[in-house]
């Protein structure tokens, strides 16, 4: 994988603040991505375009989104649009898994579980299932990370350890979407608003189990309804119908020709 030289800007410098503006005029650059929940402000953007910046935004939900050179909504969005340069909807989807290669694997009954909350499990979910599925000898736990590798090690074993289970246990992130590109049976439980949008987005088209936050003690009888082959099997062929309509790449080529311009 490529080497990419980066500085860190401080915490405490607020998002889109006039210090932010400050510390990123500072530096040599071409383009910009904001790959952050938020919103940008006008004067946000007219003083990166004075100095000829190219602005790429991923799930802003301000208007001023617009005035950027490109901008992607995947997660964060209450409409599907294309506008230009501008999309919404699950489809424009990049996430990790599309570098990772795995072997499909026939699943005809759920063994090996995956969980997985994200970096910042502000509710201690994994905690909460892992001490939970530890308990039921009929499941055994798959481990999310990998002792002693850097952080790109750490993303592989990550990735190979979750297409080797069963059954991913998640939050409605990236880490869903994820887990469905890699043809994973899910279930899923919110942890923020937009994350209930996408799951009840995906829970209509028949490929995530939702799992209500308050019912967390309904997990097993949740398991044991989507526990049975031919259920599995639909599950299956739901995702692989969902994966083929994803344009990923369409995404990244504008990303590549926004450098190049």
């Given amino acids: 994988y490529e080497k990419f030289k980066y500085k860190s800007i401080h915490y405490k410098i607020k998002d889109y603040s006039l210090n932010e503006l400050k510390e990123l005029k500072k530096n040599k650059f071409k383009v910009v991505i904001f790959d952050r929940l938020g919103k940008i402000n006008l004067r946000f953007v007219k003083e990166l375009k004075k100095d000829h910046k190219q602005i790429v935004c991923l799930d802003d939900e301000s208007k001023n989104k617009f005035l950027c050179d490109l901008s992607l909504n995947p997660l964060v969005y209450k409409k599907n649009y294309t506008k230009n340069n501008h999309f919404s909807g699950n489809k424009y989807n990049i996430f990790p898994t599309l570098l ?32 939970e599925i530890k308990k039921n000898k009929k499941f055994k736990l798959i481990s999310s990370s990998s002792k002693n590798a850097n952080k790109f090690q750490n993303m592989k074993a990550f990735f190979k350890n979750m297409s080797l289970s069963d059954l991913v246990i998640c939050s409605g992130g990236l880490t869903m979407f994820d887990a469905l590109n890699l043809n994973k049976t899910t279930i899923v439980i919110d942890q923020y608003k937009h994350q209930l949008r996408n799951i009840n987005r995906l ?48 995404i990244i080529k504008k990303i590549n020709k926004i450098y190049e311009n």
């Fill in 203 to 250: 829970q209509k088209k028949g490929i995530v189990n939702y799992l209500n936050k308050k019912n967390i003690n309904k997990l097993y009888s949740l398991i044991n309804k989507i526990n049975k082959k031919k259920k599995l099997e639909k599950f299956q062929k739901m995702i692989i119908r969902y994966k083929k309509a994803q344009r990923p790449m369409e």
């Fill in 100 to 131: 990772f290669k795995s072997r499909e694997r026939k699943i005809s009954k759920i063994k090996n579980i995956f969980i997985s909350f994200g970096g910042f499990d502000k509710n201690n979910y994994s905690r909460l299932f892992y001490n």
